[in-house]
C-alpha cells in the first residue's frame, strides 16, 4: 500500500538528485554548527560536496524532458544504442563526430553522427534518455549551458532549424618538417 499518489511519486523521483542534496546540507550543517574538532570540519566538508551535488541536480533535471517519448536508448559501454518503433542504431561514443538538437521532428531529436554510418535519431523524450545526459557532458570541449539552453527552448515554442550542439575537433595532422 503507498500513500504517494503516482504522479507525485514522479515528481519527486524527477528531483531525486536536487532533493538528496539538500538532505546532505541539512545534514552537514548540523555538523559543522554542532560539532567539535573533526566534526565541524567533516560537515563543511560535506557541505562542499552537498553544493556541487545540487549543481549537478539542477542540470540533470533541466535536461530531462519527461517519458513517453517512442524507442528505449540504452548506454552500455561506451556505445549509445536506440531502439525505436520505426528505426534505430548503435553509435560508439568514442567515434561520435556530431551531436545536433533537431526541433522540428515531432518530438524533438538528438541527431547522432559517426562517419560511416547513418545517423542516430533518438527522441529527447525517449524511455532511458536520461543516460544521455552523462555521455554528452563527457564529451570534450561541450558547452552543456547551452546545451540545456537549447533543450530548455524546446518546452517554449520550439526552434526553427536543428542547432549543432557539438562537434568534435579535426586535429591538425602532425607536420613534418625537410630539416
Known amino acids: 500500500m503507498t500513500f504517494i499518489r503516482p504522479e507525485a511519486r514522479a515528481q519527486l523521483w524527477n528531483w531525486r538528485e536536487l532533493i538528496a542534496a539538500l538532505c546532505l546540507l541539512l545534514l552537514g550543517l548540523h555538523w559543522a554548527l554542532t560539532g567539535v574538532g573533526v566534526w565541524t570540519i567533516t560537515g563543511w566538508a560535506v557541505i562542499a560536496v552537498s553544493v556541487l551535488l545540487a549543481v549537478v541536480g539542477a542540470q ?3 535536461f530531462r524532458q519527461g517519458g513517453g517519448g517512442p524507442g528505449v536508448v540504452q548506454v552500455v559501454e561506451g556505445q549509445i ?5 520505426l528505426t534505430g542504431g548503435a553509435i560508439a561514443v568514442s567515434e561520435l563526430h556530431s551531436l545536433t538538437l533537431d526541433p522540428t521532428a515531432r518530438p524533438p531529436h538528438w541527431v547522432l553522427e559517426q562517419p560511416g554510418q547513418e545517423a542516430v535519431a533518438i ?3 525517449a524511455a532511458g534518455s536520461e543516460a544521455l545526459f552523462d555521455v554528452f557532458a563527457a564529451l570534450p570541449g561541450i558547452k552543456t549551458e547551452r546545451m540545456l539552453n537549447e533543450l530548455q527552448g524546446l518546452r517554449g515554442e520550439g526552434g526553427a532549424h536543428p542547432v549543432v550542439i557539438w562537434q568534435r575537433r579535426e586535429e591538425a595532422p602532425e607536420r613534418r618538417w625537410l630539416h
Open 60 to 62: 540533470r533535471v533541466r
Open 81 to 85: 544504442s536506440y531502439f525505436g518503433p
Open 123 to 125: 527522441p529527447v523524450n
